[in-house]
């Protein structure tokens, strides 16, 4: 066992010493091509990393675009999407979800044309620098490797000769056998080193080549996002006209322009609805407004209002009111509008001194809303007016339906106790003096219009309560309570059909 351990040692140290030997092949080559050759290495590895992670970027495979399209996962939700679209039929969202099939199955083919193109371009190229050019200078250096080691032993032996006692000569065959063994080591070496050099130096040239294509690289992927843009560009403005073209809309959290817009009124038509719908009630029964309805019946009135389904047959007053209040709540910007906040908080800090001042404030700046605003204001007043003459029994007056009604109106992050108190005591002066602020018969009112005195001589009779309001421009007489009601509900049944 000693002996065997004895022998494997020997061969470890010779081995190690061959290794030394060997390598002195790198450490002997001129300090330029030593710098290039570290440098080579570094491209070496650093381009394998790139190619492998650059392979398994790419979603498609093939070298065939039309099987290189089928395969892309854009083309298998493109697909679905069209699936979806010919289910639905001619809905808004089949027409979107058609839409959008289409687009995203031009991306897969543009995204198909730029893989194959990176594959030609970067990959192959990538690849064959790798097995072929720098594959074979790593061969051609272990042949040198070998060639040094070579010629180390023949040296080697030389000088073991040489070094032979004077009385113990080598015989002249020897000699001459190991010295043309040495010169012909030393020639292969030097041949091998000086193809080895030139290589090396025609596979770092080849850098320039390899970073070329990365930049073509760069400008295929610019094409592909302008043909994506492009194509995108002319899709989304088609599918948002589909979008707003449609009637088919959540009324509530939607901006009360839009949605009146839409529908093609200038009233809002959950304000509409909502208030023909208590119109039964106001005179009867207590509390409307105040007291809350079933949050499970508001959020129930609430869907089949998004829903465009005008039924209130199993809902109670107070789900209807709180559904409004819910209503006015969501709006994106409310009925008195964020940007006239501080103005509206201003106008109902004046004292009652001011009483004069106040009011025709309050008037001049309500004909300074936009349309929208100051029209759907007006319908709720004039409806809310209304219902005070049954405050006696409903025991909702002006102040009460104020107070709960007011801070649905004016929504804002700021808003203390204070300004909520002022601003529904604001809210409380228009609906009792409603006909003064929205007079019947006016004219268009413009910014040089002056508001009409306010005082007892007026009059404060409050007309007929009308289902909807003109615009500014043509706001006449209203038409009655049960004419226009009865118009509506007939439109609901129609509706329900």
Not at 32 to 42: A, C, G, K, N, P
Not at 189 to 211: C, G, I, M, P, R
């Amino acid at each position: 066992m000693k002996k065997v351990n004895k022998q494997l040692g020997v061969l470890q140290r010779a081995g190690a010493e061959r290794l030394g030997r060997a390598e002195k092949s790198v450490e002997e080559l001129p300090e330029s091509l030593t710098i290039v050759q570290q440098h080579h290495e570094s491209t070496r590895c650093s381009s394998e990393r790139v190619h492998k992670k650059l392979t398994a970027s790419l979603q498609g495979s093939g070298s065939e675009y039309e099987k290189r399209v089928r395969k892309l996962p854009q083309t298998a939700l493109a697909n679905c999407l069209h699936e979806a679209s010919a289910e639905l039929g001619t809905t808004p969202l089949a027409q979107i979800m058609d839409q959008c099939g289409d687009v995203i199955q031009r991306i897969a083919m543009q995204s198909a044309c730029f893989e194959l193109l990176v594959e030609q371009q970067v990959l192959n190229p990538l690849g064959q620098f790798l097995e072929q050019d720098a594959g074979a200078l790593e061969k051609l250096f272990k042949k040198l490797q070998k060639a040094r080691l070579e010629m180390d032993t023949a040296a080697g032996k030389v000088h073991k000769m040489e070094k032979r006692p004077a009385g113990t000569p080598a015989p002249e065959s020897e000699e001459k056998r190991l010295r043309l063994e040495l010169d012909s080591t030393e020639s292969k070496f030097n041949s091998l080193q000086n193809h080895y050099v030139t290589d090396l130096l025609e596979v770092a040239a080849k850098e320039h080549s390899l970073a070329t294509n990365f930049v073509l690289m760069m400008e295929d992927q610019i094409r592909y996002h302008n043909e994506c843009l492009s194509r995108l560009n002319q899709t989304v403005p088609r599918m948002r006209e589909i979008v707003d073209s449609t009637p088919f809309r959540p009324s509530f959290g939607t901006d009360l322009a839009l949605h009146c817009t839409v529908n093609a009124r200038p009233v809002s038509v959950v304000i509409e609805s909502c208030c023909a719908a208590l119109l039964p009630y106001i005179d009867n029964e207590e509390g409307i407004f105040r007291l809350a309805g079933s949050v499970t019946q508001v959020k129930k009135l609430k869907a089949h209002l998004d829903f465009g389904m005008l039924d209130f047959t199993e809902c109670s007053p107070h789900t209807i009111s709180g559904c409004l209040k819910l209503y006015l709540r969501e709006l994106p910007d409310p009925l008195f509008t964020l940007e006239r906040y501080e103005t509206w908080r201003a106008i109902s800090l004046l004292s009652e001194a001011d009483h004069t001042e106040k009011m025709q404030s309050t008037y001049t700046h309500l004909h300074d809303l936009p349309d929208v605003h100051y029209v759907n204001i007006r319908y709720l007043m004039v409806f809310l007016n209304k219902m005070t003459a049954f405050k006696d029994i409903t025991k909702m007056g002006a102040s009460n339906l104020a107070l709960v009604i007011g801070p649905n109106l004016f929504q804002t992050a700021d808003a203390d106790m204070q300004d909520t108190g002022t601003l529904c005591q604001l809210v409380e002066s228009i609906i009792t003096h409603v006909d003064y602020f929205f007079p019947e018969g006016e004219d268009e009112v413009t910014d040089a219009t002056p508001p009409p005195s306010f005082g007892t001589e007026t009059g404060l009779d409050m007309p007929p309560f009308r289902p909807s309001v003109p615009a500014k421009s043509s706001r006449g007489p209203a038409d009655g309570v049960q004419h226009k009601a009865s118009k509506l509900l007939g439109r609901v049944k129609q509706k329900i059909k």
